[in-house]
């Protein structure tokens, strides 16, 4: 996970140059204060006005990076994101703050939910966590920050892996931010990755805001679940000299917040598996698919439901006590694998801190240091009451399905619960610094030159043990005829600690992830912002380490002789859920925990899914671009086209176990892409614009899908399963037009057509591969895995049939519309105004192995703001609605027809402030409330009445004050 020397040496040296370059630098810095001649927004103004160039007298205008600060309200803010798109060559939506320290939204991820193709996905608790655009996943969307990558080793949502690209944006405070930016189409000076999208979110820098300020902010959460009032609050100050040569922003944030959700959850569902006298044949089996779910031969001891012990349970069995039902409806019959009632309680901290520093020692140079540090600790129990359907023997009788086979009603016998306690203990930490600096040449500032480095890392440990407590058995009347959920009720209270608990299981399951991020960038401009060459060159080393520490069976050995089922009654209590609570920390001490987590060997999985294994990508990129402005048919015609080539160095581990023995297998690969890309945007009238755009753009392949995880299926070391390095990246042709209609201030109507033609899409697949190509070493082999080498001419000859990820041959095409509309209402009602968008996408494939949609994506959404400013007073009313989604490929379960899929889901969310603008810091007192209709989180399994999960996260209403001095 390191660059290599030669590299490291390289770059730096670079970096040095360009450092001393700037010593010699004689001339006037313009990137807070962009020239007279430019237009310029709102705070660009004020900031150009206060800056040392105020006088001079006006050049070429240069593109710089500019001030971004709004200084205003709400309003303002959305002015400044119709001006930046109204400039924009390329297509682009761009949300700004407010002010310093002061965005939208509390959360990044729902300010660019209220973007036209942007949706989110939430955690249980319903806060946002990773972005997707126009119709692809998560990991299709390149997140930057401040321009280069950025990687978060945290897990994602509860139940999650994120263990592809996708960045988990929680972790970052909104208070940090004063832009966001989604661009939808590519430019060649942009860094490749995201097909979907490109989102740039820069954090603030003093000379945003010239001058000496302290802004604070307070607030008090309370949650409708927790029932709690938990602290939020930030302090950012900054100061900028008399020259304004140099500034200092140094920026503090923290919060609490309660981590309680209720909820209904499955793990999926499940057929029963009958046995050949069960569906009434000579041999073999009528069941579907993988079915888990068995019942017995025989009715057993202790089954309830008034059952006799003994008697046998064939098909003749089966049919009548089960009256109206065929063999092919009980065969077939969906229950949920483990419906469980769902308990998660706990807290969620959060603590970041900012500095940044800028330098401009005359006219023409520009220098900057940014740094950013932040870390996210979770500690909460989750408790769930698992009732056994996987691997259970539940003996149905008066079952009713539905015409999809789905079980309605049932009391089923023989019968278990597990009570199942997970603690989990969660951190994240996170930090980057990046340095750069720009540089103006040439007699007429025509030539401009960026540069920036970066280094970047985050920790991640996860730490989630698993006590479990098996029910004795009962009898279970299941009702699923309306609601969310299935209703189910048991005869044994599950409340009661001397019910007759036994030990169930315990697990150790620990996991650590490492994300290593560097890099450095270098942009040369010859010309003036309309008309223009560029050239760039860029290197970035990408690392992401995941390491799993199971034990799936010393603890539980030790455990359940130090405290027998007889004792376990004193580590139970009735619980806050309706069902039994444990007392862990004494349990897990009595046990000796401690020991057995620390001697937990290094496993191929984790408890999230994820696999163990490293993965390197060091990326070496160069582009040249062109930039012109040109009067065509009498209006200003703007275009901008290149090319980008990445060449990328790959290098993919992970543990193997071959013959008892765990090793370290290394793979290696390399590729390269010519990204082209056109964008072109034409001033039909003063207020028209008419765009066209058109490139190539890439994914990377998904890292997990690479990782070794090697097994031999065979004796003789000749069929096999590994993960594939060579896999290639998705690529995609692009194809947009649009425009947008301004209408006056911030109001515009916005069209835009887009279109994608996507391969890379990757299936199971078998290759015929050298031994050696596998990295295994030889003497890890059995000696009949070996002898059989030999026989096939040695291990550089003989061939072994590999089963992996392949890239299929299929074609995915999207394509979609996002209607935007932004009007003040200022005739109606002075400060009134309205924002709308819709967006709706459709997809189809082309050939094998290409999925028919693209997972996690709702083929309609919209999003609704009204806002009135006046009077020192902001109020705003938002609702954001995403249709029904499928949310997973098919063959879940191991049913062919089984597919995951998300319910619509509207959200509304307030936010209100008064300002007092005659008191020392103009405090304004805010109010949010968020999801104020208490609108669910809920999933189904391939029907609608098959529920996989069931969240209600309840609504959050948070009371503040913030100001500046």
């Not at 998660?344 to 500095?355: P, V």
């Not at 490293?614 to 012109?628: F, H, K, L």
């Not at 935007?820 to 109606?828: A, K």
Request: proline share 6%.
């Amino acid at each position: 996970m390191q660059i290599p020397f030669a590299r490291t040496v390289l770059s730096h040296a670079l970096m040095l140059a360009l450092l001393g370059v700037a010593g010699i630098a004689q001339a006037q810095d313009q990137s807070q204060s962009p020239a007279p001649a430019q237009s310029q927004t709102p705070a660009q103004s004020q900031a150009n006005a206060q800056g040392p160039s105020a006088n001079q007298p006006a050049k070429p205008p240069v593109k710089q990076l500019g001030a971004v600060n709004v200084n205003g309200g709400y309003r303002s803010s959305i002015q400044f994101s119709t001006e930046a798109k109204r400039d924009a060559t390329n297509v682009v939506d761009t949300v700004y703050a407010e002010d310093i320290g002061k965005f939208p939204d509390t959360n990044i991820a729902e300010s660019l939910n209220r973007i036209p193709g942007v949706q989110i996905s939430r955690d249980v608790d319903g806060e946002g966590m990773n972005i997707q655009v126009r119709g692809l996943g998560t990991d299709f969307t390149k997140i930057l920050l401040n321009g280069d990558q950025i990687s978060v080793a945290s897990s994602g949502s509860l139940d999650s892996q994120n263990q592809n690209r996708e960045v988990d944006l929680d972790l970052l405070p909104t208070e940090f931010f004063t832009q966001l930016t989604v661009n939808k189409t590519p430019q060649a000076d942009m860094t490749e990755g995201g097909i979907a999208g490109v989102v740039d979110m820069r954090t603030t820098r003093p000379f945003d805001n010239p001058g000496t300020h302290l802004t604070y902010s307070a607030q008090s959460t309370y949650n409708s679940i927790g029932s709690n009032v938990k602290p939020r609050g930030a302090l950012i100050g900054s100061w900028t000299n008399k020259d304004n040569t140099f500034g200092a922003l140094i920026g503090l944030t923290g919060s609490r917040s309660d981590y309680d959700v209720r909820g209904f959850e499955t793990i999926g569902w499940t057929t029963p598996h009958l046995t050949a006298a069960q569906c009434g044949i000579a041999s073999g089996s009528c069941s579907p698919g993988a079915g888990s779910w068995s019942i017995p031969s025989t009715v057993p001891a202790g089954a309830g439901a008034g059952l006799i012990p003994g008697q046998t349970i064939d098909n003749a069995w089966l049919l009548a006590h089960n009256p109206g039902l065929s063999t092919s409806q009980i065969a077939n019959a969906l229950i949920p694998r483990l419906a469980r009632d769902a308990y998660i309680q706990g807290t969620n901290d959060h603590q970041s801190a900012l500095m940044s520093f800028e330098f401009r020692p005359d006219e023409r140079a520009h220098f900057y240091l940014d740094t950013l540090f932040s870390k996210q600790e979770r500690d909460f129990n989750r408790a769930d009451m698992d009732l056994v359907g996987r691997s259970g023997q539940m003996i149905p009788t008066n079952m009713q399905v539905d015409q999809n086979d789905v079980v309605t009603n049932a009391t089923f016998a023989n019968a278990q619960y597990f009570l199942e306690e997970r603690p989990y203990v969660e951190h994240v930490h996170f930090y980057n610094v990046n340095p750069g600096g720009e540089l103006l040449f040439g007699d007429n500032d025509n030539i401009k030159l960026d540069f920036q480095g970066y280094s970047q890392r985050s920790w991640y440990m996860n730490e989630q043990p698993t006590l479990a407590v098996m029910s004795p058995k009962t009898t279970v009347t299941y009702n699923n005829t309306g609601g969310s959920f299935p209703s189910i009720t048991s005869s044994v209270d599950l409340n009661n600690p001397n019910a007759g608990w036994t030990w169930y299981r315990l697990n150790v399951d620990n996991e650590t992830r490492v994300t290593a991020n560097k890099g450095t960038r270098e942009d040369l401009q010859l010309g003036d912002d309309e008309n223009n060459v560029k050239v760039g060159v860029a290197y970035d080393d990408i690392a992401r380490q995941i390491k799993a520490y199971v034990d799936t069976s010393a603890w539980q050995n030790f455990g359940e002789t130090a405290v027998p089922t007889s004792g376990l009654p004193a580590y139970l209590s009735p619980g806050p859920g309706g069902f039994i609570a444990m007392n862990y920390p004494s349990l897990m001490a009595a046990t000796n925990y401690p020991y057995y987590e620390s001697i937990a060997p290094l496993a191929s999985a984790a408890a999230t899914g994820a696999s163990s294994g490293d993965i390197e990508e060091s990326t070496w990129a160069w582009y040249i671009e062109g930039n012109g402005k040109f009067d065509l048919w009498g209006n200003s015609l703007r275009l901008n086209g290149g090319v980008r080539h990445a060449y990328t160095d790959q290098t993919v581990s992970g543990p193997v176990t071959l013959n008892g023995q765990t090793e370290e297998v290394t793979l290696k690969h390399n590729y390269g892409y010519y990204l082209p890309s056109f964008n072109a945007a034409y001033n039909a009238t003063d207020d028209i614009i008419l765009r066209l755009a058109a490139s190539r753009s890439m994914t990377r392949p998904d890292p997990s899908a690479m990782v070794p995880g090697l097994n031999f299926s065979d004796p003789a070391a000749e069929i096999a399963s590994e993960g594939n390095p060579k896999l290639a990246p998705y690529l995609s042709t692009n194809l947009d037009f649009g425009g947008e209609w301004y209408t006056g201030n911030e109001g515009y109507v916005g069209l835009d057509l887009f279109g994608k033609r996507i391969t890379g899409f990757t299936v199971n697949g078998t290759n015929l591969i050298p031994f050696t190509a596998l990295g295994v070493p030889y003497a890890d082999l059995t000696s009949t895995q070996q002898q059989s080498l030999q026989l096939r001419g040695g291990p550089n000859a003989a061939m072994v049939q590999v089963t992996q990820q392949v890239n299929a041959n299929g074609t995915l095409f999207i394509k979609g519309a996002e209607l935007t509309w932004v009007q003040p209402l200022d005739f109606v009602f002075k400060g009134l105004g309205v924002q709308a968008n819709y967006t709706v996408v459709s997809q189809r494939n082309i050939g094998p192995g290409v999925p028919a949609q693209a997972v996690g994506i709702s083929p309609h959404t919209y999003n609704l703001t009204g806002y009135w400013e006046g009077y020192n007073t902001t109020l705003r009313l938002s609702y954001v609605w995403n249709a029904a989604q499928i949310s997973s490929s098919a063959d879940q379960n191991g049913l062919p027809f089984g597919q995951i899929k998300t319910d619509a889901r509207g959200q509304l969310d307030m936010g209100a402030s008064y300002q007092f603008v005659h008191l020392p810091s103009k405090p304004m007192i805010t109010l949010d409330a968020i999801n104020m209709t208490k609108a669910d989180l809920r999933t189904t399994f391939t029907y609608s009445n098959a529920a996989y999960t069931y969240y209600t996260p309840g609504f959050t209403v948070m009371l503040g004050i913030r100001g500046s001095f």
